[in-house]
């Protein structure tokens, strides 16, 4: 699995994003563009011109990543717009494109734990990267991400992590950040409730779902183009989310909420086993319930089949506390790398 340290100013973590990953990006856009062509119909071109909408806001907003977004294309060898279509891909689609996943966060009395498995289409498997980011002036960043997506999963120095879940609402606001860009203001913060407000600024230009925490605890965010609905932990610290709304939602028919229809049967798995645990479990117990293979191939631990080419891709256990994180690529009952990550 390829690592990608970047360090210094936003175009010089770009052009190091860009040239150590360009066969990854390169194959990502590939990817993307075979997905676009059979789930919407849309050339690349037109894909790329979708994700240009974004530009301005970039640039009045976000110059830093913009930059660094465009430094990325020069690094690779692709175009600035290709680039963009990667970070935007739930945007363009209007809230359609929805990767599973399981997420929990637990606040223990000794420390606060974010943890998921990431489920997305193997064939993107391969175009999986951790990203290592050094910015002066921000907290070091770790990340999961598909190469050339500059926010995805993972944590910082200071402690603040997050996780995601894919949510299936349809509807695009351009005014709003889009969702990956949402993740990496996150993990450009100091606090957990610094990281909600840069959300919660200018909501989200597509739907997803989002954990949010630092060493005081996490909290979920249920993002659609209506606005954001903040769920917080029960009466034993936890969060528990795969890809259905749990909150309340006036959303009248907009939009599908059991388009995965394992994710109640997954949240019911997971529950039922993190009610089996004492109040405070070890990053060891934490990571067996990751493993779960019940209802296979739909399970916690999800494998791909012939018709559903989806399977757990990478699982991370961030410790908060100690602003450290378990990352083991592949499917976690097997995992084929593991790595520790300590921004």
């Known amino acids: 699995m390829l690592i990608v340290n970047c360090k210094g100013t936003p175009r010089e973590i770009g052009l190091e994003h860009g040239t150590k990953a360009a066969r990854q990006i390169k194959d990502s856009i590939k990817y993307y563009q075979n997905q676009f062509q059979q789930t919407s119909h849309l050339k690349w071109p037109a894909v790329c011109n979708i994700a240009l909408k974004f530009d301005d806001q970039l640039q009045e907003r976000y110059p830093w990543l913009k930059e660094e977004m465009e430094a990325i294309a020069d690094g690779a060898g692709v175009d600035y717009p290709d680039i963009l279509a990667l970070n935007f891909r739930q945007e363009i689609i209007f809230g359609l494109y929805c990767d599973g996943c399981t ?5 223990t009395t000794e420390t606060s734990f974010l943890a998921q498995n990431w ?14 980011i050094d910015a002066p002036g921000k907290p070091r960043i770790s990340m999961g991400t598909e190469a050339g997506i500059i926010g995805k999963i993972g944590l910082n120095s200071s402690g603040v992590g997050v996780c995601a879940n894919g949510i299936r609402v349809r509807g695009v606001d351009y005014n709003g950040t889009p969702v990956h860009i949402c993740r990496r203001l996150i ?7 610094e990281a909600i407000a840069k959300v919660e600024k200018y909501g989200t230009a597509a739907s997803g779902h989002m954990v949010v925490g630092d060493a005081t605890g996490c909290i979920s965010l249920e993002c659609t183009t209506k606005g954001i ?3 917080f932990p029960d009466g034993r610290g936890r969060i528990l989310h795969t890809n259905h709304l749990l909150g309340q939602h006036d959303l009248g028919k907009s939009y599908e ?5 394992d ?3 997954r949240l019911n798995r997971l529950t039922e086993l993190a009610n089996q ?5 070890s990053e060891a117990q934490l990571a067996e319930l990751f493993k779960d293979k019940q209802d296979s191939p739909y399970a916690i631990d999800r494998t791909v089949t012939k018709e559903d080419r989806a ?3 990478f699982n991370i256990i961030m410790d908060l506390t100690k602003a450290t994180a378990i990352f083991k690529f592949g499917r976690p009952s097997e995992p084929e790398e593991v790595f520790i990550l300590t921004p």
């Open 257 to 261: 909420n059991l388009w995965l229809k």
């Open 119 to 132: 489920d997305w289409m193997v064939e993107q498997k391969d175009n999986i990267i951790i990203l290592n």
């Open 277 to 281: 645990l004492g109040r405070n479990p």
């Open 311 to 313: 399977e757990t891709l």
């Open 263 to 265: 994710s109640p049967v």
């Open 103 to 107: 997420s929990l966060a637990w606040k």
């Open 229 to 231: 609905v903040k769920l």
């Open 187 to 193: 993990l450009e913060s100091w606090t957990r409730d």
